[in-house]
């Protein structure tokens, strides 16, 4: 479990409402349990969206618990996942695939900086387990709307705030690439930030740099 200030945090294998584990919050005078999360049912395959069978515990940063689940998934064979104190914002980071990311997480995990570390029991380049990390980067993503392109990215993903980035631009790759920051400025759009920039005959190359 997890501790902070009044209020434990922790994980259950099994129950729920599919019987899949739950995430859980309960005062340290042994009031106000809340069941946070509930995992989705797992299949016969054990595929869903969120994972389940929690093994480990929970790590926190700020107002989110990060965690990671040792079934489910898109392979049926875990994830790592961020939810909110409150229950809210839940989100799967990573979902293993059982390739050189490995399978089967069943410890917890640590938190430096931008980047999560854990280990997998399963899998990898030898088959017997991986130590991974998973940066938490912007996805930047861009679109054609008429005469202009959009371009777009999160102001935060899984608690991660992406304050800090900036959308740069060059007319070429090369050696000799010049990168500016990008002009208009982005404004934000229910939780996106948001450029618009009107399609010229030269061409653009995009990057958000921190």
Known sequence: MVLSGNTLYGTCYRGGTSDAGTVFALNTDGTGFAVLHSFPALPPYYTNSDGGGLFSGLILSGNTLYGAAYSGGSSGIGTVFALNTNG????????????????????????????????????????????????????????????????????????????????????????SAVWSTNSPAPVVVNGQNVATNSITGSQQFFRLSQ
Do not use: E, K
Not at 93 to 115: C, I, K, Q
Not at 124 to 143: D, K, R
């Open 88 to 175: 809210s914002g839940f989100t799967t980071v990573h979902s293993f695939t059982g390739g050189s990311d490995g399978s089967r997480p069943s410890a917890g995990l640590l938190l430096s900086g931008n980047t999560l570390y854990g280990t997998a029991y399963w899998d990898g380049a030898y088959g017997h387990g991986t130590v991974f990390s998973i940066f938490i980067q912007p996805q930047l993503t861009m679109t054609s709307s008429g005469a202009n392109v959009v371009l777009m990215w999160p102001t935060n993903y899984a608690g991660f705030s992406y304050a800090g980035y900036t959308l740069q631009s060059t007319t070429n790759l090369g050696s």
